[in-house]
């Protein structure tokens, strides 16, 4: 019984009755496949550019916050000191 489905099933494979896979050309493959690499890299190099900018919010959240609790009029003060010196706030 099981030998004889697969007799059947090498037949149908052999005839080609299963259904035919068909596939893109090569070429048509191949720019997909490279359209979808440079998605991925682009999207990569956006998401360590957040993630660098996320760790700098948080230091400097950090430091705003220490600063704070030490003394309110410095904070704005030294804010704006950074924002001047380090550009922020310009995208890359």
Do not use: W
Not at 21 to 29: A, F, S
Not at 64 to 80: F, G, I, K, Q
């Amino acid at each position: 019984m099981i030998s004889a489905s697969l007799a059947d099933l090498k037949v149908q494979r052999a005839t080609g009755s299963l259904g035919s896979t068909r596939m893109l050309p090569l070429t048509i493959q191949f720019v997909i496949a490279m359209v979808a690499h440079a998605i991925n890299q682009r999207m990569a190099r956006r998401l360590d550019y957040l993630l660098e900018e996320l760790c700098v919010l948080k230091e400097t959240l950090a430091v705003a916050t220490v600063l704070r609790d030490l003394e309110p009029s410095y904070l704005c003060e030294a804010s704006c000191r950074n924002q001047a010196r380090t550009g922020s706030g310009r995208m890359i």
